[in-house]
């Protein structure tokens, strides 16, 4: 059953990424991103994570690419996309993207996963109280310079969008 | 495992087709609601006090012509009510409708699924469903469409903080996100209104904003945009916008009334408990007192829904820099002082004083600034 659930995701989650990638309507991109994250949620859950697939649909899912979507809104992409005919160019990307990607595949060969025990495994570690208890015991100094980096963050955007002297506003 | 496996899908069925037709009635008595604020008669034509008026609608709504128009992206143009509706039915699986059934020997929760994530299930459900009218919006290929959308989507997002906000300072009181402990640690009148006042008002504000609801019904503000993002929409597609609004009025009615007047507690039920078993046996009684606080339940939800079509009737729209300045000026600082002030309370170890002393010192903070400092008008 968990099994079939997998492979049903993951179908999902691969069209949903290729068709990121394939689509020429930058809209129709943005949708297919989003059907992506909300597989990968999926995969979260049957991973036993329940926490973090619900955070990345709030956040990712939710925030982050319904700005995606609004500003792409804006734009009239479809002028701009000229490059996609110019040979040369879609030559060097797919060397480019090619490599990259064989990098990557080979990095995870390398990388060595600890198999789980299934005598030993707690099935309680994706569990919010788990996380919690860990972030605030065993990781509080990273958690606490992550909390300072968004607070960073978010001073830099209201100054980057902070109305200047005189500017007008509309 | 069989009977306990047909009672849960019962249970499930049952609290689908219960906001299904509760959205349809409440279609209904918006208008009886409307008539009777405005000094109308209402709809009485359908069937006895216009009771079929709903059927009547959505028939009427099926057979006109399904249009799509022709410069639309076809099937984000359909995509968009499906999600609208999609997104609106999703939330109801986490809300516990009432306590538990005992059949078998066997506890039956009244609730789609007990998760340790409940809350952030319905607040991520919550952020989807800007999608619907996103989608519907800048698929009509309308000027007055994207625009209906885009201000649906950021006052969505403008709104989501200020909610969040109030919403975790209901988590430290219960220390969990699953919805049924939140209920259960309000038990004994322990309300988290009682709490929480200034939590409740900026979730409620905060809901009718989500809902896109009167005063914050700028998306569809006919007066600017013709109809906003459903400009192009006609039959069915235009219906299930109309029923997803609704559908999402009985959510969060439900969500409020988990998070802050106690779900299906209310007073004196463990007396009504102890009497029920006493008099029908321990299953029979538990089961017909499960049933009482789901009664109890609705009639909070069906309150609910009545304030916000009194408002939908009462107030005025904002005009759009009012909102935003609502949103971003006002209940977010506040949402922050409620978190703060709930924060102390909970530490000090006299919740239910701290917190009104907390809000006490607030409220002549403010008056003293504004006495001391306050030439200029604020922009509430």
């Known amino acids: ?170 | 495992m069989d009977s306990v496996f047909i009672i849960k899908s019962l249970i499930i069925l049952g609290i689908f087709a219960i906001s299904l037709t509760i959205a349809a009635y409440e279609t209904y008595f918006e208008r009886v609601i409307a008539a009777f604020i405005q000094d109308r008669v209402g709809p009485d034509r359908a069937g006895p006090f216009g009771l079929l008026q709903p059927l009547a609608d959505a028939g009427k709504l099926f057979f006109k012509e399904d249009f799509i128009p022709g410069m639309a992206d076809k099937w984000l143009f359909i995509l968009g009510p499906s999600l609208a509706m999609l997104t609106a039915l999703m939330t109801s699986a986490v809300i516990p409708f009432g306590d538990s059934i005992l059949y078998d020997g066997q506890e039956i929760l009244v609730q789609g699924i007990e998760v340790n994530i409940g809350i952030l299930w319905v607040f991520g459900v919550v952020s989807l469903g800007v999608y619907g009218i996103l989608i519907g919006g800048w698929a009509s290929n309308n000027k007055y469409s994207l625009y209906g959308a885009i201000r649906a989507a950021s006052q969505n997002i403008s709104y989501e903080l200020a909610m969040g906000l109030s919403i975790i300072a209901v988590l430290m009181m219960a220390s969990s996100l699953s919805l049924r402990t939140i209920v259960e640690s309000q038990h004994g009148m322990n309300w988290n209104i009682f709490y929480q006042p200034l939590g409740f008002i900026i979730f409620l504000t905060c809901s009718f904003a989500e809902c896109n609801r009167t005063p914050f019904d700028l998306p569809e503000s006919e007066n600017e945009l013709v109809a906003g993002y459903h400009t192009e929409y006609g039959s069915m597609k235009l219906g299930l916008y109309l029923f997803s609004e609704y559908v999402n009025m009985f959510i969060s009615s439900a969500v409020i009334a988990t998070l802050f007047l106690g779900g299906f507690n209310y007073p004196g039920m463990d007396w009504v408990y102890a009497t029920m078993t006493e008099n029908f046996g321990a299953v029979v009684g538990h089961n017909l007192s499960t049933l009482a606080g789901t009664l109890v339940f609705f009639a909070k939800i069906f309150a609910f829904i009545f304030l916000f079509m009194w408002v939908r009737w009462t107030l005025p729209r904002f005009r759009y820099d009012q909102l935003m300045d609502l949103g971003w000026k006002g209940l977010i600082p506040l949402a922050i002082v409620n978190l703060i002030i709930t924060a102390a309370a909970e530490l000090s170890g006299h919740a239910l004083l701290v917190n009104w002393i907390g809000l006490g010192v607030f409220i002549a903070l403010v008056y003293a600034w504004s006495a001391i400092f306050g030439t200029k008008k604020t922009s509430l």
């Open chain 1, 1 to 170: 059953m968990t099994q079939w659930s997998f492979y049903v995701v993951s179908i999902f989650t691969l069209f949903g990424a290729l068709g990121t990638i394939m689509s020429k309507n930058a809209i129709h991109s943005v949708i297919y991103l989003i059907l992506t994250f909300f597989s990968l949620s999926a995969h979260y859950v049957l991973l036993n994570a329940q926490f973090l697939a619900a955070v990345n649909i709030v956040v990712y899912a939710g925030a982050i690419m319904v700005l995606f979507l609004f500003v792409v809104m804006f734009l009239n992409i479809r002028d701009e996309a000229s490059e996609l005919n110019n040979n040369k160019v879609m030559i060097a990307a797919s060397i480019v993207g090619g490599t990259i990607g064989l990098i990557l595949v080979a990095a995870i060969r390398l990388t060595d996963i600890p198999r789980v025990n299934p005598y030993t495994y707690q099935v309680k570690t994706g569990f919010i109280e788990t996380l919690g208890k860990l972030l605030y015991s065993k990781y509080l100094l990273p958690f606490e310079l992550v909390s300072v980096l968004f607070l960073i963050a978010m001073t830099g955007a209201v100054m980057l969008g902070k109305r200047e002297k005189g500017e007008r506003n509309f």
